[in-house]
């Protein structure tokens, strides 16, 4: 078990940023993949970062791509999604998850072990 828990999210207007933060306690989870998933109202869950730093690897969904940064701190045990330009469309409560057995980087939510509560980001326009 890796508990995580998310931080950072809000109310923002179009065009502004954010970054979320995700903490995770017990052991280190730079050998992790560890992703970032979104889920809108009415909406299935969706990938939008993920990144595996003990080998310098980062895959974003293409909504995302440009606007968006995943990025780790081994040593905090933490993980992070600045999020630039942001619109409407990303209105959503944003996860973090750690893919415990990842031998690469994968984007499907059923391949991720353990998942955080959830911090909700509204964009207005």
């Known amino acids: 078990q890796v508990p995580l828990v998310e931080s950072g999210g809000g109310l923002v207007q179009a065009g502004g940023s954010l970054r979320l933060s995700c903490a995770a306690s017990?052991?280190?989870?730079?050998?992790?993949?560890m992703g970032w998933f979104r889920q809108a109202p009415g909406k299935e869950r969706e990938f939008v970062a993920a990144?595996?730093?003990?080998?310098?690897?980062?895959y974003y969904a293409d909504s995302v791509k440009g606007r968006f940064t995943i990025s780790g701190d081994g040593p905090r045990n933490a993980v992070y999604l600045q999020m630039n330009l942001l619109q409407p469309v990303d209105t959503a409560v944003y996860y973090c998850?750690?893919?415990?057995?990842?031998?690469?980087?994968?984007?499907?939510?059923?391949?991720?072990?353990?998942w955080g509560q959830g911090t909700q980001v509204t964009v207005v326009s």
């Open positions: 990144i595996r730093w003990s080998v310098g690897s980062t």
């Open positions: 998850a750690a893919d415990l057995g990842a031998t690469s980087i994968r984007e499907f939510p059923a391949d991720y072990d353990q």
């Open positions: 017990g052991r280190t989870f730079s050998s992790y993949g």
